[in-house]
Nanobody, 122 residues
Framework: QVQLVESGGGLVQAGGSLRLSCAAS????????MGWFRQAPGKDREFVAT????????DYTDSVKGRFTISRDNANNTAYLQMNSLKPEDTAVYYCAASVIATISRYQYRYWGRGTQVTVSS
């Protein structure tokens, strides 16, 4: 079992940056694909980015390509989401999640954190 705790959210002006962290418990962190998702008020939870267990493969939703970077440190059981050039439409609760397969589908992620709020002001 994996427990995930996100941190690093906050309030930032448009054009600013934030770095989200996802700390994972358990010895098998390196076996999981890690993903970041977000959910804005009144909207479905949507895929943001994913990274394979060995960090060799990454994928992003189109709206964040070139602005967000997902990474992981398997030695420290932590995944990251570097967010640059933030826009008001990036405002949402951001969740990290773990999956045993490489996927962008939220339904395939078994373990979830509680989320961290990101608010981007215009």
């Amino acid at each position: 079992q994996v427990q995930l705790v996100e941190s690093g959210g906050g309030l930032v002006q448009a054009g600013g940056s934030l770095r989200l962290s996802c700390a994972a418990s358990g010895r098998t962190f390196s076996r999981y694909t890690m993903g970041w998702f977000r959910q804005a008020p009144g909207k479905d939870r949507e895929f943001v980015a994913t990274i394979s267990w060995g960090a060799g493969n990454t994928d992003y939703t189109d709206s964040v390509k070139g602005r967000f970077t997902i990474s992981r440190d398997n030695a420290n059981n932590t995944a990251y989401l570097q967010m640059n050039s933030l826009k008001p439409e990036d405002t949402a609760v951001y969740y990290c999640a773990a999956s045993v397969i490489a996927t962008i589908s939220r339904y395939q992620y078994r373990y979830w954190g509680r989320g961290t709020q990101v608010t981007v002001s215009s």
